[in-house]
T-cell receptor, first 114, second 109 residues
Framework: DGGITQSPKYLFRKEGQNVTLSCEQN?????MYWYRQDPGQGLRLIYYSQIVNDFQKGDIAEGYSVSREKKESFPLTVTSAQKNPTAFYLCASSLPGQLRYEQYFGPGTRLTVT | KNEVEQSPQNLTAQEGEFITINCSYSVGISALHWLQQHPGGGIVSLFM???GKKKHGRLIATINIQEKHSSLHITASHPRDSAVYIC???????????FGTGTRLQVFP
């Protein structure tokens, strides 16, 4: 079955620790995205990557880092510099070209930092 | 003012009722999306449309480009339709999506 997997579903960390969220897709999509969702707000773009070894900052990139060493994988690191890391994180991917507007979402990771 | 506004924020209905969720946007778009988010958090794409109307089962989505407005209709609603429905727009000539804050729908038996 093709799809996007994110692990773990729930993640708990102490303040000051870096944490890496996993995102893997087997849809052969070129583009991948990371979003953050907070209560009462729309999803906001953290980082996106249109091709392997390339990525761009989204609207709220501060305190986050990413890598795109493989087409299938786009891990997100939440660093200790992120002031409010507790949130629901969603990964998505899309095809290139005209089909790029439709994004496929993973199940999400809920991160709690105390 | 948000670039994508949805109404209502919350909606409750009895099983079988006809439901309408509205979305207005203020930017140039290439496409508009309706997404469904279940309590577990995962998001499923319901529709992507750039003009007219699309239907899938009991769900119908319409868009009026001139008025910058879209509606999602659910006919013969069912408790399993309970979810958050999110409107998002693809900004014209970019790969970026801007999301509305969602409409929480609860359908009671």
């Amino acid at each position: 079955d093709g799809g996007i997997t994110q692990s773990p579903k729930y993640l708990f960390r102490k303040e000051g620790q870096n944490v890496t969220l996993s995102c893997e897709q087997n849809l052969n999509h070129d583009a991948m995205y990371w979003y953050r969702q907070d209560p009462g707000q729309g999803l906001r773009l953290i980082y996106y990557s249109q091709i392997v070894n390339d990525f761009q900052k989204g609207d709220i990139a501060e305190g986050y880092s990413v890598s795109r060493e493989k087409k299938e994988s786009f891990p997100l690191t939440v660093t200790s510099a992120q002031k409010n890391p507790t949130a629901f994180y969603l990964c998505a991917s899309s095809l290139p070209g005209q089909l790029r507007y439709e994004q496929y979402f993973g199940p999400g990771t809920r991160l709690t930092v105390t | 003012k948000n670039e994508v506004e949805q109404s209502p924020q919350n909606l409750t209905a009895q099983e079988g009722e006809f439901i309408t969720i509205n979305c207005s946007y203020s930017v140039g778009i290439s496409a508009l999306h309706w997404l469904q988010q279940h309590p577990g958090g995962g998001i499923v794409s319901l529709f992507m449309l750039s003009s007219g109307k699309k239907k899938h089962g009991r769900l119908i989505a319409t868009i009026n480009i001139q008025e910058k407005h879209s509606s999602l209709h659910i006919t013969a609603s069912h408790p399993r339709d309970s979810a958050v429905y999110i409107c998002a727009v693809s900004i014209y000539n970019t790969d970026k999506l801007i999301f509305g804050t969602g409409t929480r729908l609860q359908v009671f038996p």
